[in-house]
């Protein structure tokens, strides 16, 4: 609870507890005194001369009785005034001593209008601090719906450093400058070094750029503020707005330090895109365009930013002044996966047999958290196993399951499906294995993994590509079709399970012919030109390709020559070896597992 809201409360307590006891004591003290009576019982008791005393209000008559016998303390009694012109003659008579008094009801107005409305305001107070809490905004209240403070995560001695970050060396080159510039910024300043303002940093996600700035914070040991750019935009129109004007305040207030905002897109697509602007969303960029041309970097505050789809960006987020300097955080390549494996690798026990560099092969277009996720993984099912040291089994199931989604035995296929499954997967592993070339098999498994595979045929490539050749391509098309065409060949019809091996057969095809040149009726042209580096062109409307639509026909008949080719090659193929995929399929059926060689050596039986 802020302490304002502490001091409030306690306040509030106060009162109720003042006004309870004030309550307490005016009313129900004198009343456990006071007898009250019917008005006439007291005209009785007045009859018989019993009445020693009388005190009259306007509503209601307080009086003292004669003492009784062997008592000697008066009894007090009260009783409702009722309209009697007699009595003062009848009191009079009696020789009673009587007084009128004009009643002070001051005090118990007080009590009527002000313990009410302190208890309404007490729950009122509850409901507010309730709806604020509700409404998604952290610890935050109702009342102070712009402050961000809940939101933006400051570390101040970040331990993240350099070394913790692998695989990004270039960016992490690109950042030493940063990192000195924020350990000594009068040196830059006296220098007259280009000071750094905002730096982007680009790249698919998992990479490791949230990481990199913090690690930036922690080399150069500043604050490091920290905010989602989706948190940023609320429901109601403003509020992101004014926790921008918050997050750079408070950051003026530490600096030297980084504000990090993940998630640049978020608030930053370009202004009028999509079917509706979004009102809050612009008006959160422009304040956050106005913060960052209004402050000045001299005093030491760097803003970071980290998208992956820097291409929808609003360009004047892009403008000299603002997010000026893009850095690249690519996917690792195999010496970075390495890396990056051994920087995760330092938290557990290897065993002797554990080679990580076999890992690093196996896993091209990791990124840094799936790779991290392998080692996280390999430690379970190490602690599984009741072992001491992760082994080389270990680290290859792992990828295995960060690869396909985890092993779901419970996922249940009819016998016919499963059979499908079977020929399907062999279909494609066979293929493969007939092509010199292609990428080893490891293992063919009809164990249902994640939600889309059935089964699967894991095919790992040993080395990272830069280059393909043309067969290389077919093959791979050859490849993906080998399960159809399998599925065709035992059961006569093809079934749904193809689907996305069909997408991405022609999608090959489709590169084959517009980007690579390789069809020799349209000749050595290409159709798509590759987008320009990541910002360049984010105005240009998308283009369709500058081609005419009689060439857009023909690129479509060249695909589909291409896959016709390779389906026919494979037909032809896997009907040569239809014993082979007849036994696979029943061995794979019965164990759901086997591995390639063991493929190889039915294959090379028949
Ligand atoms: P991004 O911000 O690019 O989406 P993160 O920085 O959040 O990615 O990375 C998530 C996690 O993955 C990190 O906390 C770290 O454990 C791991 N990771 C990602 N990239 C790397 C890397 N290059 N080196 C070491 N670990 C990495
Ligand atoms: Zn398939």
């Known amino acids: 609870m ?131 809490q509700g409404l998604g905004q952290g610890q935050k209240g109702f009342m102070t719906v712009g402050k961000s403070k809940a939101k933006i995560y400051a570390e101040k001695d970040t331990k993240v450093t350099f070394a913790d970050v692998a695989g990004v060396e270039e960016a992490k080159e690109e950042l030493g400058e940063v990192i000195d510039f924020l350990k000594t910024p009068e040196k830059f300043t006296r220098l007259g070094g280009k000071i750094p303002k905002g730096i982007l940093l680009v790249g698919p996600p998992g990479t490791g750029k949230t990481l990199l700035a913090r690690a930036v914070a922690g080399e150069a040991g500043v604050t490091f503020f920290s905010i989602s750019g989706s948190e940023f935009v609320e429901m109601f129109v403003g509020v992101g707005a004014s926790r921008v004007r918050d997050l750079f305040e408070q950051a003026k207030i530490k600096a030297p330090c980084i504000i990090f905002i993940d998630e640049l897109d978020a608030i930053g697509k370009a202004r009028g895109a999509g079917p509706m602007a979004h009102e809050e969303r612009e008006q959160t960029l422009n304040q956050l365009l106005v913060e960052m041309d209004g402050f000045d970097p001299r005093i030491g505050v760097i803003l970071m930013a980290a998208t992956n789809r820097p291409e929808i960006l609003d360009p004047a987020l892009l403008r000299p002044g603002r997010f000026d300097r893009q850095v690249l955080v690519d996917r690792a390549d195999k010496i970075g996966r390495l890396a990056i494996l051994r920087v995760h690798a330092k938290q557990v026990v290897l065993g002797p047999d554990a080679d990580l560099e076999v890992i690093a092969a196996m896993t091209p277009g990791f990124s840094g958290a799936d790779l991290a996720n392998i080692i996280n993984e390999a430690t379970l099912l190490t602690v599984r196993r009741n072992k001491e040291q992760v082994g080389h089994s270990e680290l290859q199931e792992a990828v295995e399951r960060v690869v396909a989604g985890l092993e779901k035995k419970s996922r249940v296929l009819n016998k016919m499906e499963k059979e499908r499954v079977a020929y399907h997967e062999v279909g494609h592993a066979l293929v493969a294995l007939s092509f010199p070339g292609s990428d080893p098999i490891q293992k063919i498994s009809i164990i249902p993994r994640g939600i889309a595979a059935l089964g699967y045929t894991l095919q790992l490539p040993t080395e990272d590509r830069f280059l393909m050749a043309k067969t290389e391509l077919e093959n791979k098309i050859a490849v993906l079709l080998g399960g159809r065409n399998a599925e065709e060949l035992i059961f006569g019809e093809a079934s749904t399970g193809a689907q996305n091996d069909l997408v991405r057969a022609t999608d090959i095809a489709k590169s084959m012919i517009k980007s690579y040149g390789m069809s020799e009726k349209l000749g050595t042209v290409t159709f798509d030109r590759e987008r320009q580096p990541l910002l360049m062109q984010i105005q240009a409307p998308l283009e369709k390709g500058d081609y005419s639509e009689e060439t857009a026909r023909e690129i479509d008949c060249e695909v589909r020559r291409i896959i016709d080719e390779q389906y026919d090659r494979v037909k032809w193929l896997l009907a040569e070896q239809k014993r082979a995929l007849i036994e696979g399929a029943k061995v794979l059926l019965d164990r759901e597992v086997i591995s390639g060689s063991e493929l190889k050596a039915i294959m090379d039986k028949h």
Request: net charge positive; proline share 5%; aromatic share 12%.
């Open 2 to 132: 802020p302490v304002n809201k502490k001091i409030s409360f306690s306040v509030l307590c106060a009162f109720l507890t003042i006004g309870a006891v004030m309550f307490v004591h005016n009313f129900l003290t004198p009343m456990q005194m006071l007898e009250e009576l019917p008005y006439s019982e007291f005209k009785t008791l007045l009859a018989n001369g019993n009445v020693a005393e009388v005190t009259v209000t306007r509503q209601s008559l307080l009086g003292k009785l004669k003492p009784e016998e062997g008592s000697k303390e008066p009894k007090l009694f009260t009783t409702v005034r009722v309209e009697d012109p007699d009595l003062v003659k009848e009191l009079n008579v009696r020789n009673v001593k009587f007084t009128g008094m004009i009643e002070s009801t001051f005090l118990r107005d007080i009590m009527w209008w002000v313990i009410p409305a302190l208890i309404f305001g007490g729950i009122w107070f509850f409901v507010i601090r309730r709806l604020g």
